[in-house]
């Protein structure tokens, strides 16, 4: 299978190349900034249709995943460029993906679509009020994409996801806690948990995440009965986790000091609820909270040695 990903760069993307690769498949990595160490390693900007084109015209993708976008704090500072990227370049792969007919496309959508008028566990179908400008393109994108698969046929389909959390993530954005709360004591470091112990979050493994990208890629599209589905997570609170955590690192030592900001959009976050995922194409995480810790600790003491021993 030939798959072209974008957002190659991101946390998601470039796992998602590593295993679409590991399963044999043909992968053109896109980004602004493509990944250095990824074979078929291609520069692209969503914005510009030429350079989309190209990598059309040499790549001839089976499969389409879209995971690039601005994410939510450079495009609360950037609407305009957030709609650019984010709903500008959208149609420009939808367009290209119906002009060199594409078997399917996989966007990567978000819990944030949903806004705080909603009561968990959300169900697929529930009314969408995002209130970011990243939750409002996000919304705009599932609405393309069902209709280029009303109008034209194309094969779209998207996945929610919840808070992704893994050794790679970045230490941006409010859901980075849950993240920290694992790596820091892996790496020996304290960690001040900014939310209280009892705050309960829907969270899903990097793992998990990927799995769920790739494995909705394959299901026949007569199993499927939506354009978009949620998938959950883990239910689970920064309690748990540390439990979970102590477990694999006895000593770890965390504390709590609540930042108001950071409790407020936390709290904010619904629940999802998946039985469509479930029911349709057989979704099932692989990873329950202390697979996902023993897992997570595991391979952050793995990068940490790795980046030593490249100095």
Not at 41 to 49: F, G, S
Not at 126 to 143: I, L, R, S, W
Not at 219 to 236: E, F, H, K, P, Q
Not at 242 to 264: E, F, N
């Amino acid at each position: 299978m030939r798959c072209i990903v974008t957002g190659a760069s991101g946390f998601i993307g470039r796992e998602l190349v590593i295993a679409l690769r590991a399963e044999g498949h043909e992968v053109a990595a896109l980004d602004v900034t493509p990944p250095s160490d990824s074979g078929e390693a291609v520069q692209c900007d969503l914005t510009q249709w030429h350079e989309l084109l190209a990598a059309f015209i040499r790549y001839k993708p089976d499969v389409v995943f879209h995971l690039g976008a601005m994410i939510s704090t450079p495009a609360e500072a950037n609407p305009q460029q957030a709609f650019n990227v984010n709903v500008g370049g959208t149609i420009n792969l939808l367009e290209l993906s119906r002009q060199f007919a594409a078997k399917t496309f996989v966007y990567a959508s978000t819990v944030a679509v949903y806004g705080r008028a909603v009561t968990s566990p959300v169900g697929d179908d529930a009314p969408q009020f995002p209130v970011t400008m990243y939750g409002a393109t996000k919304v705009a994108c599932e609405q393309l994409g069902t209709h280029y698969h009303r109008k034209f046929g194309l094969d779209f389909r998207a996945i929610r996801l919840p808070t992704i959390t893994g050794p790679t993530r970045k230490p941006m954005g409010a859901g980075a806690f849950a993240t920290q709360i694992l790596l820091q004591p892996a790496l020996g470091q304290p960690y001040t948990v900014p939310i209280s112990p009892d705050t309960r979050v829907a969270l899903m493994y990097i793992k998990d995440a990927v799995n769920s990208l790739a494995q909705i890629a394959k299901v026949d599209d007569v199993m499927l009965t939506r354009r978009a589905y949620n998938v959950s997570g883990l239910s689970i609170t920064p309690a748990d986790l540390v439990s979970a955590l102590k477990k694999v690192v006895p000593g770890a030592r965390i504390d709590y000091k609540v930042d108001p900001t950071i409790q407020s959009i936390v709290s904010s976050w619904p629940i999802l609820d998946q039985s469509n995922a479930e029911k349709d194409w057989g979704w099932v995480a692989r990873y329950d909270i202390d697979r996902f810790a023993a897992d997570f600790v595991a391979d952050a003491i793995t990068n940490a040695k790795a980046r030593e021993k490249s100095k």
